[in-house]
């Protein structure tokens, strides 16, 4: 008996009770283990960011989702590092909270549902005024109607984005120039107009190529009114790249492109106050700040 004692860890008294503690402490280990893990990269999330979600969720077969009344569409990362969705908050959101809305269906054909507040808070834009030729303010008739008519091609090329990611990797500048105006400007042209600037302007001298940020497919190669000679590009699942004021169109609609390839060359077309390329990112209608896309680590996505 006093042997039995000896070499006994813990009195026959409370091993019983350590015992319990020991298998709930395990117990607890898997099921926080096998639980979902929710991700959003930046882990701040301001009016006008990019995001990238990212599920963690043992036996999933596809995830889908909602956030600030859009449809998330998640994918496989890298190497089953989870699943990804690129998504992102307009530069003109309500601040404040807000429901992300995500279902996990699981390889035996259940769903699983979770939901995360997310608080989007404000970013602080500055102020510039500007002045541009008259007609870029107060268009007449016959303007009006080419805008109108603009309006409409550009809506039809938003309208069926590819349902799986084209990007592959990090997004790049798409002009080896420097940066002029950043995104979220509010712009105030000849006094009377006022807007925010939804893009990234870039100081290239004309002629100097402009290169896609990452693949996908061109929706759209058309002058513009306001926006000059356009280059849009679909990145599939709602996430396209505009590049505006080229002087010369290097690409057709319904061409595919990879990450560096020539587009066309920078210009002064369209409103414009001289020469330089104005970049924007567009989410499912939500228009996103591209310096914030061009430093996503989307190494591990796809």
């Given at each position: 008996?006093?042997?039995k004692?000896r070499?006994?860890?813990f009195p026959?008294?409370?091993?019983?009770?350590?015992?319990?503690l020991?298998?709930?402490?395990?117990?607890l280990?898997?099921v926080h283990?096998?639980?979902?893990?929710?991700?959003l990269?930046?882990a701040v999330?301001v009016?006008g960011?990019p995001?990238l979600?990212?599920?963690v969720?043992?036996?999933?077969?596809?995830?889908?989702?909602?956030?600030?009344d859009?449809?998330?569409e998640?994918?496989?990362g890298?190497d089953?590092?989870g699943?990804?969705?690129l998504a992102?908050v307009?530069v003109?959101?309500?601040?404040?909270?807000?429901?992300?809305k995500?279902?996990?269906?699981?390889?035996?054909?259940?769903m699983h549902?979770?939901?995360?507040?997310?608080?989007?808070h404000?970013?602080h834009?500055?102020?510039s005024?500007?002045?541009?030729?008259p007609?870029?303010v107060?268009?007449g008739?016959?303007a009006?109607k080419q805008?109108?008519?603009?309006?409409?091609l550009?809506?039809?090329?938003?309208?069926?984005?590819?349902?799986?990611p084209?990007w592959?990797?990090?997004?790049?500048?798409?002009v080896?120039?420097?940066?002029?105006?950043?995104?979220g400007?509010?712009r105030?042209?000849?006094g009377?107009?006022a807007?925010?600037?939804?893009?990234l302007?870039f100081?290239?001298?004309p002629?100097t190529?402009v290169?896609?940020s990452?693949?996908?497919?061109?929706?759209l190669?058309?002058?513009?009114y306001y926006a000059?000679?356009?280059?849009?590009?679909?990145?599939?699942?709602?996430?396209?790249t505009?590049s505006?004021?080229?002087?010369?169109?290097s690409?057709?609609?319904?061409?595919?492109?990879?990450?560096?390839?020539?587009?066309g060359?920078?210009?002064?077309?369209?409103?414009?106050?001289g020469?330089?390329?104005?970049w924007a990112?567009?989410w499912?209608?939500?228009y996103l700040d591209?310096a914030?896309l061009?430093?996503?680590?989307?190494?591990?996505?796809h």
């Amino acid at each position: 008996m006093l042997k039995k004692m000896r070499f006994s860890p813990f009195p026959g008294t409370i091993q019983g009770p350590l015992s319990l503690l020991c298998l709930s402490a395990f117990a607890l280990a898997a099921v926080h283990a096998q639980s979902p893990a929710v991700t959003l990269t930046p882990a701040v999330v301001v009016a006008g960011s990019p995001e990238l979600i990212r599920v963690v969720a043992a036996n999933a077969a596809a995830i889908d989702g909602e956030w600030l009344d859009r449809k998330l569409e998640f994918f496989r990362g890298q190497d089953d590092h989870g699943w990804f969705a690129l998504a992102g908050v307009d530069v003109e959101a309500p601040v404040g909270p807000s429901e992300l809305k995500i279902t996990i269906h699981d390889t035996k054909g259940g769903m699983h549902s979770l939901s995360r507040t997310i608080h989007i808070h404000p970013s602080h834009y500055p102020t510039s005024s500007l002045t541009v030729a008259p007609q870029f303010v107060e268009p007449g008739p016959e303007a009006l109607k080419q805008i109108d008519a603009d309006q409409r091609l550009v809506e039809k090329a938003f309208t069926s984005s590819a349902p799986r990611p084209l990007w592959k990797g990090n997004f790049r500048v798409p002009v080896d120039s420097p940066q002029s105006e950043r995104f979220g400007t509010r712009r105030i042209f000849n006094g009377k107009l006022a807007s925010n600037h939804k893009g990234l302007d870039f100081r290239a001298a004309p002629g100097t190529p402009v290169r896609a940020s990452n693949s996908g497919v061109v929706v759209l190669a058309h002058p513009l009114y306001y926006a000059g000679n356009c280059v849009v590009i679909d990145h599939g699942l709602g996430l396209y790249t505009l590049s505006m004021h080229l002087s010369h169109i290097s690409v057709r609609e319904g061409q595919h492109v990879v990450r560096g390839q020539k587009l066309g060359l920078s210009g002064a077309t369209g409103r414009v106050t001289g020469p330089h390329l104005h970049w924007a990112v567009r989410w499912q209608g939500a228009y996103l700040d591209p310096a914030k896309l061009l430093r996503l680590d989307l190494s591990a996505a796809h």
